[in-house]
């Protein structure tokens, strides 16, 4: 009987173990296969915001806190510190770089945006009217003397004239919001500050659309994929991509990793299908069949940073920019060979 009844308990506890096992394989990814990130030494610690290029050309700008702005001649593999004399004695944030060609914009807060035609050999400061609603947040080049400008309460701007006049393209601001994302077609996406709700706006609309977010979870992020689809990020590492162009008719939620708690804050394609993932405490997700299945690269795991923004200029270049100063590169050439 005692026999007996070891064997039954050895059962049960081979058993637990499992189960435990087949959970803990559902709940963490599997490691890719290949590690395309190099980590990037910069002369700061400060936290990282934007990074776009001249052109097609390895002649690029990365901005961040402090009124942090460097440039690197070789496509981000060296980065060297430069300074601005801004006027006052203000403590500056970038937030946004773009350029078209050689002509770039940034911009900042407090209430603040910079204009080259040179490629950044000289910057000048575009008078900003005190009746701005909010605080310049983004900027998109657009072409010749042509760029769009948000702000951090989501109005929207257009100038034509090289930044000397301004159309407001929306009537009434939407608030303060957590991130505005554009697509390449000139739409926008913005989540409220809580992470409540989001709100859309399309060229032509007079107001931003609001929307309810899509479950009890709080919105993180949101943005346009490449074929103009939305994608968004939730409290507690949840993913969900919109079915359609439809900005309420959603896929199914879904968490790449949930066993564990680690908050993800950007997503970003290189290519249609090629997604990426960051989050925190290094934390970095892959997915090669448009987030249909997922992987992790544990190679960064050991960066001791948040990332909060990833930044694909060409399916060969890309950046994840982080705090304190840590910046990863992507290197086309790894990729291929892993490839």
């Not at 603040?112 to 400061?125: A, C, E, P, Q, Y």
């Not at 590492?237 to 939620?253: H, R």
Request: proline residues 4%; negative net charge.
């Amino acid at each position: 009987m005692n026999r007996l009844l070891l064997s039954f308990r050895r059962i049960l506890i081979l058993l637990a173990v499992l189960v435990l096992s087949t959970g803990c394989s559902r709940g963490y990814l599997p490691s890719t296969s290949f590690n395309p990130w190099q980590v990037v030494e910069l002369p700061t610690t400060a936290t990282l915001s934007d990074v776009a290029f001249v052109g097609n050309s390895p002649h690029g700008w990365l901005v961040g806190k402090s009124a942090t702005l460097l440039e690197t001649q070789d496509g981000g593999k060296t980065w060297e510190l430069r300074s601005l004399d801004l006027g006052d004695d203000l403590s500056y944030s970038f937030t946004s770089v773009s350029f078209a060609g050689e002509e770039g914009w940034i911009a900042g807060q407090p209430s603040i945006l910079l204009h080259t035609t040179d490629g950044g050999k000289s910057w000048l400061r575009v008078p900003l009217s005190a009746q701005l609603p909010g605080s310049p947040n983004t900027v998109k080049a657009l072409g010749p003397k042509t760029a769009e400008m948000t702000t951090d309460i989501g109005a929207i701007y257009q100038t034509k004239d090289g930044g000397r006049s301004w159309q407001a393209l929306v009537q009434e601001a939407v608030g303060v919001v957590r991130n505005i994302s554009r697509s390449d077609d000139g739409r926008y996406v913005a989540v409220s500050a809580r992470g409540n709700f989001y709100s859309t706006w399309e060229p032509g609309q007079d107001a931003w659309q609001p929307h309810n977010r899509t479950s009890s979870r709080r919105l993180q992020n949101m943005g346009f994929a490449k074929d103009g689809r939305l994608w968004l990020l939730a409290r507690g590492g949840l993913v969900q991509f919109s079915d359609s162009e439809d900005y309420e008719a959603w896929g199914e939620q879904v968490a790449p990793e949930f066993a564990t708690s680690w908050g993800l804050l950007d997503l970003a394609y290189r290519t249609p299908d090629e997604i990426w993932v960051a989050g925190g405490s290094g934390n970095l997700l892959y997915s090669g069949d448009g987030g249909q299945t997922w992987q992790k690269d544990r190679a960064v795991e050991d960066v001791p940073s948040n990332f909060y923004k990833i930044v694909f200029d060409s399916p060969e270049r890309g950046f994840i920019l982080g705090q304190e100063g840590n910046l990863l590169r992507y290197d086309a050439d790894a990729a291929a060979k892993a490839a």
